[in-house]
T-cell receptor, first 111, second 113 residues
Framework: GEDVEQSLFLSVREGDSSVINCTYT??????LYWYKQEPGAGLQLLTY?????DMKQDQRLTVLLNKKDKHLSLRIADTQTGDSAIYFCAESITGANNLFFGTGTRLTVIP | EAGVAQSPRYKIIEKRQSVAFWCNPISGHATLYWYQQILGQGPKLLIQFQNNGVVDDSQLPKDRFSAERLKGVDSTLKIQPAKLEDSAMYLCASSLAGGSEAFFGQGTRLTVV
């Protein structure tokens, strides 16, 4: 079955870049997502990438996909204190249907 | 554009009681999802509706959980009777039929004591 793994914690200094990593096992994954969850809140879709792409950039966010190694990363440039949150990687075979989430990485930004 | 609306935001009940959560999806979104997120974990899909029909309820504990979407818009998720291990955040999400993006509501935090 599917398995999506993320490291639990990451701390960075304000202004530095953050890189959050994710590995997945299902080679059928077609869509790979990054969601952000602030304390006590729902999930905010940040960006997603199709499996036939290897990079996607959206303002401060850069997603890199290594399909051979089943490795996904999210780079946040110029990290701000407002970026402190839990970041979830998710994968799906059929788009928004049945997203399979990792356990999340808690990003702490130190002023 | 209004997002996914959920209520209540918080609920505390005793074990063996019943509870219901309500969700109003984004207008025009045919697909609606209920996810359960236990503290420290990622969300897990409970049930998916396409309009008023169930597409996938394979992960729904049907002995105590039920959900409906009678008119293909709003949905309710019910737990009866609740157990301590049902304490979690219940998230509703919606998407266009066949869409790539699922949008989540703010969730309902359930505590069973």
């Amino acid at each position: 079955g599917e398995d999506v793994e993320q490291s639990l914690f990451l701390s960075v200094r304000e202004g530095d870049s953050s890189v959050i990593n994710c590995t997945y096992t299902d080679s059928s994954s077609t869509y790979l997502y990054w969601y952000k969850q602030e304390p006590g809140a729902g999930l905010q879709l940040l960006t997603y990438i199709f499996s036939n792409m290897d990079m996607k950039q959206d303002q401060r966010l850069t997603v890199l996909l290594n399909k051979k190694d089943k490795h996904l990363s999210l780079r946040i440039a110029d990290t701000q204190t407002g970026d402190s949150a839990i970041y979830f990687c998710a994968e799906s075979i059929t788009g928004a249907n049945n997203l399979f989430f990792g356990t999340g990485t808690r990003l702490t930004v130190i002023p | 554009e209004a997002g996914v609306a959920q209520s209540p935001r918080y609920k505390i009940i005793e074990k063996r009681q019943s509870v219901a959560f309500w969700c109003n999806p984004i207008s025009g979104h045919a697909t609606l999802y209920w996810y359960q997120q236990i503290l420290g974990q990622g969300p897990k899909l409970l049930i998916q509706f396409q309009n008023n029909g169930v597409v996938d309820d394979s992960q729904l504990p049907k002995d105590r959980f039920s959900a409906e979407r009678l008119k293909g818009v709003d949905s309710t998720l019910k737990i009866q009777p609740a157990k301590l291990e049902d304490s979690a955040m219940y998230l509703c999400a919606s998407s266009l039929a066949g869409g790539s993006e699922a949008f989540f509501g703010q969730g309902t935090r359930l505590t069973v004591v």
